[in-house]
């Protein structure tokens, strides 16, 4: 579904990605974890059109992502939360999510040619289908409510939500469980298990709680230092010497 072959970039002198090659296949849930500054990041910022890399080619269901503008992306079905929770924090839950869905909506200046009725039975429409995905991801109560008032583990599904409302193929997370209690992280893990079970979602996922990683993840890659390091099953992974050795010696610990 996802391939990305050949990957290079950097940013002054420092090469953030070297040669990176990965292919994510549909309903897949693939993890990329690695070190602090590993790249991780970095390739999702390439995938979705913010970063040009140097080198190499990223395909989308055979689309060549690189010759696409961020929008065009997210169109095809590429959809991604932030590191940085970014939440549109003067606006009410159910407007962010709002503000999601209208990256899935065809042009308005079409939708007005249909006429007033049409247009509003469309907004109803939208809007009843954000509460339906608020409700989903247990925010049902906090629909009015002013997005950056919100507790870290609510704006951290808000973002989630409104990146479903857009309804991508594809969705990237870049540390979701960030910041999470344990008790959110678990209930994170199952609902990405059920976006990908019920819903046919592909998730490719950054993150460092291991438990959360090693207990939904299909196949993980590791990066280290822009590299691909070690790819494999879970368990694989976390017997390989190389892997083990990359987090001792960032003194990451994680
Ligand atoms: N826009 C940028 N300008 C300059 N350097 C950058 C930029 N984006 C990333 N880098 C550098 O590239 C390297 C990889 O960064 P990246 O954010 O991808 O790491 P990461 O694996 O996501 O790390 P973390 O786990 O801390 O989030 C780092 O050394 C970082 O400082
Ligand atoms: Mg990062």
């Known amino acids: 579904m996802l391939s ?9 002198g420092l090469d953030a990605l070297s040669g ?15 070190p602090n500054g590993a790249g991780k990041s970095t390739v999702f910022n390439v995938v979705t059109g913010l970063y040009r890399p140097s080198r190499g080619r990223v395909t989308f269901r055979g689309d060549d992502l690189l010759a696409l503008a961020p929008h065009e992306i997210a169109r095809r079905g590429v959809g991604r939360t932030f590191q940085n929770t970014e939440v549109f924090r003067q606006l009410t839950a159910i407007d962010n999510v709002l503000v999601g869905r209208h990256a899935h909506l065809r042009s308005g200046v079409l939708r007005g040619a249909f006429g007033l009725a049409s247009v509003r039975r469309e907004e109803a429409e939208a809007r009843e289908l954000a ?47 960030g910041g999470l209690n344990p008790t959110e992280t678990q209930t994170l893990m ?43 099953k879970p368990r694989e992974i976390a017997a390989d010497p190389a892997v083990v050795e990359a987090y001792l010696g960032s003194g990451d610990g994680a």
Not at 4 to 12: A, K, Q, R
Not at 20 to 34: D, K, M, W, Y
Not at 222 to 231: C, N, S, W
Request: net charge negative.
């Open 190 to 232: 199952k609902l990405i298990q059920r976006l990908r079970d019920e819903s046919g979602l592909t998730l490719l996922l950054v993150e460092h709680d291991m438990e959360l990683v090693m207990g939904i993840s299909d196949r993980v890659a590791v990066l280290d230092y822009g590299r691909k390091i070690a790819e494999g």
């Open 20 to 34: 990176l090659s990965l292919e994510v296949t549909e309903r897949e849930i693939f993890a990329l974890i690695g």
């Open 131 to 177: 509460r339906r995905l608020l409700a989903r991801l247990g925010l049902a109560e906090v629909a009015d409510t002013e997005a950056g008032s919100l507790p870290l583990g609510y704006q951290k599904r808000l973002e989630l939500a409104r990146a479903l409302a857009a309804e991508p193929r594809l969705l990237l997370l870049d540390e979701p469980a």
């Open 4 to 12: 990305v072959e050949d990957l290079s970039i950097s940013f002054g």
